[in-house]
């Protein structure tokens, strides 16, 4: 995401979204009441001989609307922002009726907030971070799977079964697999151009690992830099197991996704510990809150995403304003899985506090 005006005092925020994952981080920016600015298409009204109304062509304008709600369309790649219009042409006349923005890669939203809170700066730091669109591919004996690196993660774009063709002419575990794997790669390869992927990590078990080396060295575009993973198990499971291997750090040492992964397993393991240095869930993390007791707070973006939206964000405001840290985790990683499952939001405190 570029930010390209930031006025605090005012509570000005001009963004371009560039990448689909500046679409969450928008998400996650706006909020009810704001005001906000984009070039748009609306539909002329006339009014009839007979005072009757009538529709005429689509035109683009340059409208503001005060905010009523935001939709965030992960696969589709859209933010939608539909709120009552408080500025446009006169020609159009459409002051206090609805309109909805759709908001997508290439767009520029202008947003005006009655404040810029530490917490809508933590966002926009988060969001304007950069990282090289990374592709991870996880080759087994019976699974492929696709792995897009975001800034907040790696989301799984892709699962196909794979098998082995076996007849007369196949001899050898490359022979079976040179088909199978030659078309999934036809597929991969045309996603690489697609999404403009920079880097490629190819991660396969062993028996095939010279077989998918020589495919993708062969039919790889140049400019694109390819790595080699051998691991024990391919699919979904190589993916994730690349995640979690010391000696594959170096991959991902821009990913925030990574640093996050260990953050959630460390407080679980100080909470299999007993260790009295963390809290689990909302209620607890309030408690813990009102002795200024919250070094670290981790949450799964399910939590942002439903109705207790605003109470979280005050949640998050508080540790901020304490100097206290905030990982926000979409809940369908791996580690935000975890975390879904004992309330969606763990802390790290300063000193071991009785909760109960």
């Not at 706006?30 to 529709?55: H, I, N, V």
């Not at 933010?79 to 767009?107: L, Q």
Request: glycine letters at 8%.
């Amino acid at each position: 995401m570029k930010i390209l005006e930031y006025n605090k005092d005012k509570g000005i925020l001009e963004l371009l979204i560039e990448v689909p994952e500046d679409l969450y981080y928008l998400f996650l920016i706006l909020e009810k009441g704001d005001l906000a600015y984009s070039w748009t298409t609306r539909q002329l009204k006339f009014e009839g001989t007979k005072g009757e109304s009538r529709k005429g062509e689509r035109v683009k304008v340059y409208l503001g609307i005060r905010v009523e709600g935001i939709e965030y369309h992960k696969f589709t790649k859209k933010v939608r922002v539909k709120g009552v219009i408080i500025e446009g042409p006169e020609k159009i006349h459409s002051k206090g009726s609805y309109h909805t923005f759709s908001v997508g890669i290439g767009s520029k939203l202008r947003i005006i907030k009655d404040k810029i809170s530490p917490y809508h700066e933590k966002i926009l730091e988060l969001a304007s971070s950069k990282i090289k669109r990374t592709l991870v591919i996880s080759i087994g004996d019976d699974e492929v799977a696709l792995g897009i690196i975001r800034p907040q993660g790696i989301e799984l774009i892709s699962t196909w079964a794979i098998s082995p063709i076996k007849d007369e002419n196949s001899k050898s575990i490359n022979e079976m697999y040179l088909k199978p794997l030659k078309k999934m790669i036809d597929k991969i390869l045309d996603y690489i151009k697609r999404e403009k992927i920079e880097i490629v990590i190819l991660a396969s078990i062993s028996l095939l690992e010279k077989l998918c080396k020589n495919l993708m060295v062969k039919f790889l575009p140049k400019g694109v830099k390819l790595f080699f993973v051998t691991v024990s198990e391919g699919g979904r499971a190589g993916i994730y197991e690349i995640l979690r291997r010391n000696d594959l750090k170096y991959l991902f040492k821009d990913v925030r996704g990574l640093y996050e992964r260990e953050n959630v397993e460390s407080l679980l393991l100080n909470i299999a510990k007993g260790d009295k240095k963390v809290a689990v869930g909302i209620k607890e993390i309030l408690i813990a809150l009102q002795a200024g007791n919250v070094k670290q707070i981790i949450l799964v973006d399910d939590l942002l995403f439903s109705d207790s939206k605003n109470e979280i964000i005050k949640v998050l405001e508080k540790v901020l304003k304490m100097k206290g840290d905030i990982l926000i985790i979409p809940g369908d990683t791996e580690h935000g899985s975890k975390i879904k499952k004992i309330g969606g939001a763990i802390a790290r405190l300063y000193y071991p506090l009785e909760l109960y």
